[in-house]
């Protein structure tokens, strides 16, 4: 715990003004240690709470003269990039099914899934001191040490291949005024199966100028060296580190949930969890796609068209064209009605299109029924 | 804050005072941020009332207009793409102020201003591609020859001037924009003894006026016409010594002319959308049945002993168990009996079908606004059953992930508004049903219980509504007479239970 509280210490006296509002309680700062480094090791598996301790050690921490690494490892969730779709990345309804959580992350880049078996890195430094290929080389060298016969290579692309071939790294990165943060992903173990089955999108016809993700192949680590543990692993990485930027720090763990330690975390990660940040940050698009509706007794089907554009997560303009030989006009026009302005969402729109379903009686309400269940399912 | 005599508070005053402030505080609310230069201005001799108003700024002059160019982004990077504005034009900016998002390679980039000021002119849409060292935004700072024209002598105290120089010589490094910086100065305000409200502990504009707010408000006397005039008869509470500034509470005078507070709230319009304009069609229909109304109250003594004594086996078994599991299952065996209440009628009323299955609906407060799941045959479920429906149910609407499957097909509704509060209510019918109920509070009431004793009983209201088209008022009664007394005498729950 002392170890702890030196640390923070030495994250906390940098920044002078906070130090004196907060009357900060720390009894030991190290102001003569100019250049050093530290590596941190969150205990929490939550998402939202290791990416807002990222966004916390940006914000508060002087990264002028120092670096930090910090090793994360989350429950199973998905991770999209700050400009990019939720509904074209991941199948959402089924990660519902499966619990999966759905996160939006402040950097750039593309889409990843995360669970125990992928380990996390974040590199913090200053504006300046930021360099991408030199993260990675920590890594690469690491990965070598530990394994000589694997062909581990970074691609100008910040990837790291196995083999030439199999994705086993991401990265992504954010520049602030003064300083930066570039993190990556390290595929240990994950599960493989989960992963791909969420990396699709949720609903077709979706067309959008967000950042597309470009899909790789991937493998596991333990595919090519089944005896590496993820112990060892972060043993290597820590010293690979230190010997890459010259520091001599050992592994800290922290609390993301500490609030007296992080003042300000539990807001930050509040934030990211929110809809309005998750979903409502997401660029404009527009669905259009085909609905297929049919009547079972006496069987009947009919096409209906649907586009719909989306801004900040709700819907601006919803567009029905169903032929007026299976249901009166004024009826799809209501429904396309009711979705506007409303999230999309299929449960928002269920409360909206249930209440309205209430005042239709009257020989098309099972069609108008089945329209609204089509129209939702394309809502993810 | 000792520092600060009483000189420099008329000072201070005459500086709010509104003929100044419009000019000087223009000007200096837009400037690039350079070296710092001392903003003189002249000084009225009489005395005006203190304003807060005049502080804000008024509008914007013209300036030069500066073309702030987007920076090395690092790692030899020559374009990025534009994600997303926080700023549009016409938009005032400070310093620090973020103004974009920009993307290159993975790297998601904040870029913020440099200048306080106002933007002009946005350079790209979103999703264009911006170069590196061309102009991204044009920011209107302030002109720098209209403060050479307003120089003009003032009486500065020398010590206010010292004390300044001082702070630079010192090096203390308190963070704040220049022009806020000016505005501490020209207030003759330490920065070190501003609290700073913002990132990293900064001073903004708001923490100098708030400190100004709190000094003139705490010592600048009401009205300096009040010290000439000589004190009427005073009330026993005359403590406050002679010549010294009066407070308002000792002396019972007539209150200084103060400027009456000015209400600036507007009226907000924007259209009912969404889930809401869905509700106005619903209650429009609803409110096109006939209803009827008919209400009771239940003696629920029983029935909170025998909740009291189930509930540890609920919970040993994973459930939460509320009352409403009871009213649930009362309510349907009631309908076995009286199966028009469980009825819908079509649209002009020419046919009424009578519903199998007892969907009875439970109208659910969530922060979308009113749901209804309903909880699907009832007539198949046990009390224990119920109740974990209930709970899943209560947890998906606090999710907010009631999808269609629960909110429609309903037969039935009943709403414990008495959970929040209330006795008798007035329920709407949700069509196409054609009763509901609304359970008030729980209460311990004085009853006469055997014997004529007063005994403290646990009593509930119950307000029925249903549609006077189909429902007559004495089934009505009569069902809601079988419902109560399943309730209060649970036992006989147990008779007819299926």
């Not at chain 1, 504006?127 to 694997?150: F, G, I, M, Q, S």
């Not at chain 2, 100065?185 to 923490?207: C, P, Y």
């Not at chain 2, 106005?280 to 002993?305: N, Q, W």
């Not at chain 2, 009323?349 to 699907?376: E, F, W």
Request: glycine letters at 6%; hydrophobic letters at 40%; charged letters at 20%.
């Amino acid at each position: 715990m002392l170890q702890l509280r030196r640390s923070l210490a030495l994250l906390r006296g940098e920044t002078g003004n906070q130090r004196a509002r907060t009357g900060s309680t720390f009894p030991f700062l190290d102001s003569a240690d100019s250049s050093s480094g530290l590596v941190l090791q969150s205990q929490s598996t939550d998402v939202y709470q290791n990416l807002a301790l990222e966004d916390w050690i940006d914000a508060h921490v002087d990264l002028q003269r120092r670096g930090i690494l910090l090793l994360w490892r989350n429950r199973p969730a998905v991770v999209i990039g700050r400009h990019q779709n939720p509904w074209s990345e991941c199948n959402l309804p089924a990660m519902r099914k499966m619990g999966i959580a759905l996160a939006r992350r402040r950097s750039g880049g593309g889409t990843v899934f995360h669970d125990h078996g992928n380990l996390n890195m974040t590199f913090f430094a200053s504006k300046k001191a930021y360099d991408r290929k030199r993260n990675l080389k920590v890594v690469t060298e690491a990965l070598r040490r530990l394994r000589p016969n694997l062909d581990i290579r970074a691609t100008d692309r910040f990837d790291i291949l196995l083999n030439g071939h199999y994705k086993i790294s991401g990265t992504a990165s954010r520049l602030s005024r003064k300083s930066s943060y570039h993190h990556c992903t390290l595929l240990h173990s994950a599960d493989r199966s989960a992963l791909s089955t969420v990396l699709r999108p949720s609903c077709p016809g979706i067309q959008s100028n967000a950042t597309p993700s470009i899909p790789s192949p991937v493998a596991n680590l333990t595919d090519h060296a089944p005896s590496l543990v993820l112990e060892e692993l972060l043993e290597a990485l820590v010293q690979q580190y230190n010997t890459e930027f010259g520091f001599s720090s050992a592994r800290t763990l922290v609390d993301p949930s500490d609030e007296s330690a992080f003042t300000g975390v539990g807001a930050m990660a509040a934030e990211l969890r929110s809809w309005d940040w998750t979903f409502g940050r997401t660029p404009k698009f527009r669905v259009e796609t085909l609905l297929e509706l049919r009547d079972e007794q006496p069987p009947a089907r009919c096409s209906a068209q649907l586009q719909v554009e989306v801004k900040a997560g709700r819907v601006e303009s919803c567009r029905l064209d169903v032929p007026a030989s299976w249901m009166p006009l004024r009826l799809s026009g209501q429904l396309s009605d009711v979705l506007v302005g409303e999230r999309f969402c299929p449960h928002r729109a269920a409360a909206a299109v249930t209440a309205m379903l209430r005042a239709e009686k009257g020989q098309f309400h099972s069609r108008l029924h089945n329209l609204c269940e089509a129209v939702l399912a394309v809502m993810g | 804050m000792a520092a600060v005599t009483r000189g420099s508070y008329i000072f201070v005053s005459r500086l709010l005072s509104q003929h100044l402030c419009r000019r000087s505080f223009r000007l200096q609310n837009f400037r690039s941020g350079r070296t710092l230069q001392p903003l003189t201005f002249r000084c009225s001799r009489e005395p005006q009332v203190f304003s807060r108003r005049a502080l804000h700024a008024a509008s914007v002059c013209c300036g030069p207009v500066v073309q702030f160019k987007l920076s090395d982004i690092g790692e030899g990077i020559m374009e990025v793409t534009v994600k997303e504005w926080y700023v549009k034009e016409g938009d005032k900016v400070s310093q620090f102020d973020s103004i974009c998002e920009v993307q290159s390679d993975k790297a998601s980039v904040t870029i913020t201003s440099r200048y306080d000021g106002v933007i002009k002119k946005l350079y790209y849409d979103v999703d264009a591609t911006a170069l590196v060292g061309k102009p991204l935004v044009d920011i209107e700072t302030e002109s720098s020859s209209e403060v050479i024209q307003e120089e003009d002598v003032v009486e500065t105290p020398a010590m206010a001037r010292e004390e300044h120089t001082h702070q630079e010589i010192k090096g203390h490094k308190t963070q704040a924009t220049p022009a806020v910086r000016r505005l501490a100065m020209e207030n003759n305000i330490k920065l070190s003894e501003v609290v700073g409200t913002g990132k990293d502990g900064r001073i903004l504009k708001e923490d100098i006026l708030n400190f100004l707010a709190k000094q003139t408000g705490a010592i600048l006397p009401p009205a300096p016409v009040q010290e000439i005039q000589t004190p009427p008869p005073s009330p026993p509470s005359t403590a406050a010594p002679v010549g010294r500034p009066v407070s308002t509470t000792t002396v019972a005078k007539a209150p200084p002319p103060r400027a009456t507070p000015v209400f600036t709230g507007k009226d907000v319009t924007e259209p009912v959308k969404g889930f809401h304009k869905a509700m106005v069609k619903t209650m429009t229909a609803a409110l096109k049945i006939p209803h009827f109304g008919y209400c009771d109250e239940v003696d629920l003594s029983r029935l909170v002993a025998l909740r009291t004594e189930l509930k540890p086996i609920a919970e040993s078994r994973g459930v939460k168990l509320s009352y409403m599991p009871f009213f649930i299952k009362a309510a349907s065996l009631g309908l076995l009996h009286f199966p028009i209440l469980n009825a819908s009628v079509d649209e002009d009323c020419k046919n009424i079908t009578y519903r199998a299955s007892h969907n009875i609906g439970l109208a659910m407060d969530t922060n979308q606004g009113l749901l209804v799941p309903n909880v699907k045959n009832v007539q198949l479920l046990s009390v224990f059953e119920i109740a974990q429906e209930l709970n899943r149910l209560q947890a998906l609407g606090t999710a907010g992930q009631l999808s269609t499957a629960h909110l429609s097909g309903g037969t039935f509704t009943l709403s414990n508004i008495g959970s929040i509060g209330g006795t008798y209510a007035k329920p709407v019918i949700l069509p196409p049903e054609v009763a509901i109920g609304a359970l008030g509070k729980i209460q311990v009431l004085p009853r006469f219980g055997a014997g004529n004793q007063v005994v403290p009983a646990h009593i509930m209201k119950v307000s029925w509504s249903a549609d006077h088209r189909v429902i007559d008022g004495a089934t009505m009664c009569r069902f809601s007479n079988l419902w109560r007394e399943y309730l209060e005498n649970p036992a006989s729950m147990v008779l007819d239970l299926k």
